[in-house]
């Protein structure tokens, strides 16, 4: 127990220090701790009052989305919880951030991120081998193993949550597709032709503690400015081979950059098997870098690669990692850390989209559920195996259902959070 005395010296010796060394002597104390407080959300929340326009942005909000934005900075927010940092390998614990306020982002980022009709489309390039029929394609159109095709349904989910066979595999993309539609909602989300590893001319390695090739993200990026098309919000790779941003990094899961708008990520160490190895494996092949190797779509796989997805697209709307709350934006340093995420944006974050893209929360959290509601996917295309996004679900039932109430100004603005 410290004394008064004691606390009031403590004080005294912060007096000096800026906010990034408070940070970090409180890491060097505990490595458990909340890396903002509610005042500091508040703040890093609402546009700055003296400055007249960023603060119009916040009055044109309807009522319903101004309490779901005022309900997270309470000290006992229902939806929201601070980020902590829970062990010493944490992002923020190994890489200190000093965070990006909407006033920052605001002043600095929206001009050139805001989505214009000139502008509207987000654009996914496959990566490296993915198997045929598996690019964009919905399983009415994707070929049989015997070259025909077929309208049937996904004939279940096998242990695990896993689709059966390989109809699955051949929608992924279109699963990613349909997801990105709904979290960036408003804007169009299209399939450029698949690209080969040889194609880029990227660096490449075997990483010496899983034996597997790996791409050099920060060659691949370069590449993807050139493929830029000229309506793109931004452009985004995606591929089934483990990454590396240079020499010294083991893995990266993806890397973007808020300047060129282009990405990439990988779904490689989102396979569990990823981390079961054997020490003994042989050297990998060249011929891997071309050859298909799918891992069996599970429902965890499949949100993982949503919000890997969703992380790194937000970073191409010039958004940088959050320190504030808990959210699909943090920095993550491993895949247990990348598992803690939630799989949508903080308030904080999502009012930085919200003004890119200029859409309603409600209708943007409705389609969301749509989207994790097994019962809303057409015969066209087989529902994805959604048992991981169950939490998520109840989670936007619960959002959805708060601002659906009725406030002290009448049933009038309830209505609004329809619209």
């Not at 400055?51 to 119009?56: L, V």
């Not at 990348?338 to 309603?360: G, N, T």
């Amino acid at each position: 127990m410290t004394s008064r005395s004691e606390s009031a010296r403590i004080r005294q010796l912060l007096q000096g220090l800026t906010e990034d060394e408070i940070l970090e002597l409180m890491r060097m104390i505990s490595p458990k701790f909340a890396t903002a407080d509610a005042e500091t959300r508040k703040k890093a929340m609402l546009p700055d009052p003296n400055e007249k326009k960023s603060s119009k942005t916040y009055e044109k909000l309807k009522a319903a989305e101004q309490r779901y934005f005022e309900e997270a900075y309470s000290e006992n927010s229902e939806f929201w919880k601070p980020l902590t940092i829970e062990d010493e390998s944490d992002w923020l614990n190994n890489h200190p951030e000093s965070g990006q306020t909407f006033h920052d982002w605001f002043t600095k980022e929206y001009p050139q991120h805001r989505v214009n009709r000139q502008r509207r489309t987000i654009y996914i390039l496959p990566l490296g081998p993915f198997p045929p029929g598996h690019v964009g394609q919905s399983a009415a159109a994707a070929p049989e193993a015997d070259g025909s095709s077929s309208d049937r349904g996904a004939a279940g989910g096998a242990e695990g949550g896993a689709c059966a066979g390989s109809r699955s595999d051949k929608v992924l993309l279109t699963w990613l597709q349909k997801f990105c539609q709904c979290f960036f909602l408003g804007v169009d989300v299209k399939f450029l032709d698949p690209v080969r590893v040889r194609e880029v001319g990227c660096h490449t390695r075997i990483n010496e503690h899983t034996k597997q090739w790996q791409l050099l993200s920060k060659d691949i990026l370069d590449y993807l400015v050139s493929k830029k098309p000229r309506d793109a919000i931004c452009l985004v790779a995606v591929t089934m081979l483990d990454l590396y941003p240079s020499d010294s990094w083991n893995f990266v899961f993806g890397q973007a950059s808020l300047v060129t708008g282009c990405g990439v990520f990988s779904f490689a160490r989102y396979d569990d098997n990823f981390y079961h190895i054997p020490r003994d494996r042989p050297k990998a092949k060249k011929s891997e870098l071309e050859e298909f190797s799918m891992p069996p779509v599970t429902s965890p796989l499949l949100l993982r690669a949503c919000k890997v997805m969703t992380h790194e697209l937000c970073h191409m709307f010039g958004m940088k990692h959050c320190i504030y709350f808990s959210c699909c934006i943090n920095g993550s340093n491993s895949r247990d850390e990348s598992d803690r995420r939630p799989v949508d944006l903080c308030p904080i974050c999502l009012r930085k989209l919200q003004e890119a893209m200029d859409f309603r929360l409600a209708i943007r959290f409705r389609a969301m559920l749509q989207y994790c509601t097994k019962e809303s996917w057409d015969a066209g295309i087989p529902a994805p195996p959604l048992e991981a996004f169950e939490p998520f679900k109840k989670w936007l039932e619960r959002v959805l259902a708060f601002m659906d109430k009725p406030t002290v100004a009448g049933s009038e603005e309830s209505s609004q959070a329809s619209d």
